[in-house]
């Protein structure tokens, strides 16, 4: 199995392994908020992130539940750029 990256509105409870880029809006004691500019959504973590701070998210969903399972630091990304390249990827079918 593999995490399968989507953008936060394609995210669905058949899913159970998802990879998520987007900024962290807001932390809480064990979860954050991230917005992908499609969405925004929950994630319980045991990871510290801080608020502003662009990241990749590899999540395990459980009963609707979006768990952080690796986190990767993205500050250096394009999200410009990021996009394009992910739209190019999805109208090609890779």
Do not use: A
Not at 26 to 44: A, P, R, W
């Amino acid at each position: 199995m593999h995490y399968k990256p989507k953008q936060i509105s394609e995210v669905s409870s058949n899913d159970s392994l998802v990879s998520l880029v987007g900024k962290v809006i807001k932390t809480n004691d064990n979860s954050f908020i991230l917005d992908d500019g499609t969405g925004k959504i929950e994630i319980v973590s045991d990871f510290q992130v801080e608020e502003n701070k662009k990241v990749r998210v590899f999540c395990s969903i459980n009963n609707e539940t979006l768990k952080s399972d690796v986190m990767q630091d993205m500050e250096g990304l394009d999200m410009v750029l990021f996009k394009k390249v992910k739209e190019l990827y999805y109208k090609t079918g890779v």
